[in-house]
């Protein structure tokens, strides 16, 4: 469905995002690909936005799987590992990963290594020091509250990123304590694990990458492949065949 996409390699990274208006007059094709499980799943929501959403990022997912595994994208068949994280059993080597915030959807996909990305909405409504004391430790809760308000917020975002792209690479999703994750963020957003608590993970084996999209939204990747080159495409209707 997707045309003039990148090589992915065992040397590169491709991360890909649009917007829910890129792709939604082909929804119905889209749909299409889904299992009966996700087509029932769609259905499900509550709001026609959550089941257009879902219903474009898997099918967009299945499309560049397909596409990179040169399979036909409705024959995919999805597991999941012990805290939902899906993968392909029939092809364990392809890692990839999801994530989606208000109009946009993130997506990214990369041979053997560990990754997880995570966007935020930059301009939503947070109550900044609520979940920071919550999910952040001492440490990072205090550089946050010697910040004014704007510079309060993105470093919060960025922390956040952070910490949930790493929680989905690893597979543990909200089942880890985000609190055991020390995360720095210096004034070129560059992104670290200073310290890690109740993982056997090194924290000098992970690299984080800040993902610029789109403005009022904050982006993140985390993964083990530091070697590889990061390639970003932006899917749009040009894109889709017909």
Known sequence: MFHQLPTLTRKNILVFFFTL???LKDIAGFYALLSKDEQKKAQRFSFEKDSNQYTLARGALRVLLGHYLNVVPQSLTFSYHKYGKPYLEDF?????????????????????????????????????DGIARRFFNDKEYARLRNLDAI????????????KEA????IGRGIAFNLRDIEI????EE????VNLHNSNENPADWIFYTLSL?????AVLATK??????????????????
């Open 21 to 23: 208006n890129d792709l």
């Open 92 to 128: 364990p080597e392809m890692q990839f990963n999801v994530s989606h915030s208000q109009e946009m959807v993130l997506l990214a996909l990369n041979y053997e290594d560990l990754l997880g990305v995570d966007i935020e909405y930059e301009e939503r409504s947070v109550d900044v």
């Open 151 to 162: 510079n309060k917020k993105r470093l919060f975002f960025y922390q956040w990123t952070a």
């Open 166 to 169: 790493f929680v989905k690479a």
């Open 184 to 187: 720095a963020s210096d004034a």
């Open 190 to 193: 560059e992104i670290r694990i």
């Open 214 to 218: 789109i403005p009022r939204y904050v």
């Open 225 to 242: 492949a530091s070697s590889k080159v990061l390639g970003i495409k932006h899917l749009d209707r040009s894109l889709v065949q017909p």
